[in-house]
């Protein structure tokens, strides 16, 4: 069966470093998204990205976050310069539809932890 | 306030007791999703809503959109079940926002 896969599953880096998160949905999947869970707090959306461009972001999402779809398979989250409060779980997901019949498959997550 | 208010937060149950976690959402939605989130981290999608009533083995959900409610039902629950429960609505397109959980124990 089809999954998304991210890569790392934790990723350990200091303050101020650059991190990039991949992940790579569901080949025939259209729309993307990155989430992020702060331990112990609940799940939050940061963008959604459809066609090649972002579709929607939220106010965590600011000048430090980009994202990428640098090839047909890869779609990545880039932290410019990482500090403490960004250590969280990241989710992809991706869904083939979206606005009411997009179900949305989830990746296993990458643990980042920021020192 | 959340967008998405889940009860209970917490809840532990005896193997074979149904069980019922609700799912109160302020804002016009065009689905709602019940997933269910392990002890490791990983999300699964459990049903997806946008009206009625939807069973899946010992899993339903229901819907009442004038209500703005929701409820996951698990019968006979077992051990197994024991997990994060996660109510999450689709706020017109692109994007879903999430409840803060119902973590289930259920013991043997």
């Known amino acids: 069966e089809p999954e998304v896969t991210q890569t790392p599953s934790h990723q350990v880096t200091q303050m101020g470093q650059e991190v990039i998160l991949r992940c790579v949905p569901i080949?025939?999947?259209?729309?993307f998204y990155w989430y992020r869970q702060i331990l112990g707090q609940k799940v939050e959306f940061l963008v959604s990205f459809y066609n090649n461009e972002i579709s929607e972001k939220s106010e965590i999402f600011d000048d430090q976050f980009s994202v990428e779809r640098p090839d047909g398979s890869n779609f990545t989250l880039k932290i410019r310069s990482t500090k403490l409060e960004d250590s969280a779980m990241y989710f992809c997901a991706s869904s083939h539809t979206s606005g009411g019949a997009g179900e949305q498959f989830f990746g296993p997550g990458t643990r980042l932890t920021v020192l | 306030k959340n967008e998405v208010e889940q009860s209970p937060q917490n809840l532990t149950a005896q193997e074979g007791e149904f069980i019922t976690i609700n799912c109160s959402y302020s804002v016009g939605i065009s689905a709602l999703h019940w997933l269910q989130q392990h002890p490791g981290g990983g999300i699964v999608s459990l049903f997806m809503?946008?009206?009625g009533k939807k069973k899946h083995g010992r899993l339903i959900a229901t819907i009442n959109i004038q209500e703005k409610h929701s409820s996951l039902h698990i019968t006979a629950s077992h051990p197994r079940d024991s997990a994060v429960y996660i109510c999450a609505v689709e706020k017109g397109t692109y994007k879903y926002i999430f409840g803060t959980g119902t973590r289930l124990k259920v013991l043997a």
């Open positions: 809503l946008s009206s």
């Open positions: 080949s025939n999947h259209l729309y």
